[in-house]
């Protein structure tokens, strides 16, 4: 249960609770306190009713605003049965960073009524889909409600539209021989800009090499349908500053201060967060589509068969350093020395 001030019938400890609850709103919202001072208020106004603490957390769920803050604030909501405090996630939705979007799909999956909520801004097109990892479909998609259920069915299925055509065209790329040695001219011609395999390119996207020994049509689906999904950490985001200039790119690091995006060829733009003027998530990989065009599917094929050679040699130099590193005990007497007098 949370605490209301209304309901209290003793007039002074309606003022005291008011204090209480004024004095945490303005250190909440405070950017010149310590992220953990804002955090701490936080959690204090997440004790009163939601009609209380609102506005407040509507106020912190900002782009300027810390993602140790933003973070805390989207996880204590999901304290709140409201669906309400699910309009205010949404809402925040387009200026939250990654770890503040993680966070908030977590309490927006936490109840039926925030499912039903994310689902709307979903198909209004005002939030994307495409950040949720297989845990939370299958979860979706396997729900006790049949209305999340069907819903989630419809809104997570295969891949349609020209996307699909697409990959159905290219589903050829996967039969026949392929060239290892191509494939890596290809990858070098068309993907090192923001990937890094091999020791060449650029360490922006994904290692495309993770799942290289494991379904090959996987792959061709992250390559040729980068929005079907888009880990958090990976989604482009435009921001403009207080001049007006525009910058676009992935979220590579931030502090109370600062955000640094990075695009292709991993370049690095640090912004001060009293300079920005306005953030916003795409919902979209920075991995533009529309590959085809540059990749005809026989050079797929040999792009897939090089991404998978490197896949394994991967997995093998790290068992084998792995491997070292259990016999490598060291020389500390007694264990592998004769004890000394």
């Known amino acids: ?21 004024g004095k945490a709103s303005t250190r909440a919202t405070n ?11 936080l959690r204090l106004l997440a004790a009163f009713d939601f009609a209380v603490a609102r506005e407040t957390f509507a106020a912190v769920l ?14 204590v909501l999901a304290g709140y049965a409201e669906p309400e405090a699910a309009e205010v996630l949404l809402a925040a939705w387009p200026v939250l960073t990654p770890a503040s979007q993680t966070a908030a799909l977590e309490t927006l999956l936490s ?3 925030f499912i ?4 709307d801004a979903a198909e209004r097109g005002a939030v994307s889909l495409a ?39 290219y589903a050829a790329a996967l039969e026949g021989p392929a060239d290892v040695v191509r494939g890596e001219e290809v990858f070098r011609r068309r993907c090192h800009h923001c990937h890094r395999v091999a020791g060449a390119g650029h360490a922006v996207g994904p290692d495309l090499t993770t799942s290289a020994t494991g379904d090959a049509q996987a792959m061709l689906l992250h390559i040729l349908d980068p929005n079907h999904f888009v ?39 640090v912004l001060l967060r009293a300079n920005i003027d306005a953030i916003e998530a795409t919902g979209k990989s920075l991995m533009p589509e529309g590959l085809e065009r540059d990749i005809r599917p026989a050079e797929m094929r040999d792009l897939l068969a090089f991404l998978q ?6 997995q093998t130099a790290t068992a084998q350093s792995d491997a070292r590193a259990e016999r490598d005990f060291g020389t500390l007497p007694g264990l592998v020395e004769p004890p000394r007098d």
């Open 1 to 21: 249960a949370h605490l209301s001030i209304d309901g209290s019938a003793d007039e002074s400890v309606r003022r005291w609770l008011t204090t209480v609850v």
């Open 31 to 41: 950017p010149q306190l310590d992220p953990a001072a804002r955090v701490a208020a």
């Open 62 to 75: 900002t782009g300027q605003t810390p993602d140790r803050v933003a973070t805390s604030a989207a996880d």
């Open 111 to 113: 109840r039926p009524a």
């Open 116 to 119: 039903r909520a994310l689902f």
């Open 131 to 169: 950040q949720l990892d297989t845990r939370q479909r299958q979860t979706l998609t396997q729900y006790a409600d049949a209305e999340i259920r069907d819903a989630a069915e419809r809104l997570l299925g295969s891949t349609t539209g020209s996307r699909g055509d697409v990959l159905a065209a």
């Open 231 to 269: 880990l958090p950490r990976f989604v482009q985001y435009v921001v403009i500053d207080t001049s007006g200039r525009s910058f676009t790119g992935i979220i590579a690091a931030e502090t109370p201060n600062s955000i640094t995006l990075r695009r292709e060829q991993g370049i690095d733009e």
């Open 309 to 314: 050679a490197s896949g394994r040699q991967q």
